[in-house]
């Protein structure tokens, strides 16, 4: 039976920490920038743990 691949975009916008844990990109922080606030952009700038069935998904897209 072959290796399974990792899905090369799943790996260019997820990645994993020590612990185990999944993390991604917030939403929202690409362009139109202007009209948002500082402190909503400062807190879109930080990146945030998957959660729930998407973490279920990601962890087979990366083949973990």
Do not use: Y
């Not at 690409?30 to 700038?45: A, D, P, V």
Request: net charge positive; glycine share 10%; hydrophobic share 30%.
């Amino acid at each position: 039976m072959p290796k399974m691949r990792t899905d090369r975009g799943a790996k260019a916008r997820f990645k994993v920490t020590g612990s185990g844990k999944l993390m991604r990109r917030r939403a929202f922080r690409s362009h139109l920038l202007e009209k948002k606030s500082s402190r909503r952009t400062r807190r879109l700038g930080r990146e945030a743990e998957v959660t729930g069935g998407d973490a279920r998904q990601v962890r087979r897209l990366l083949g973990i």
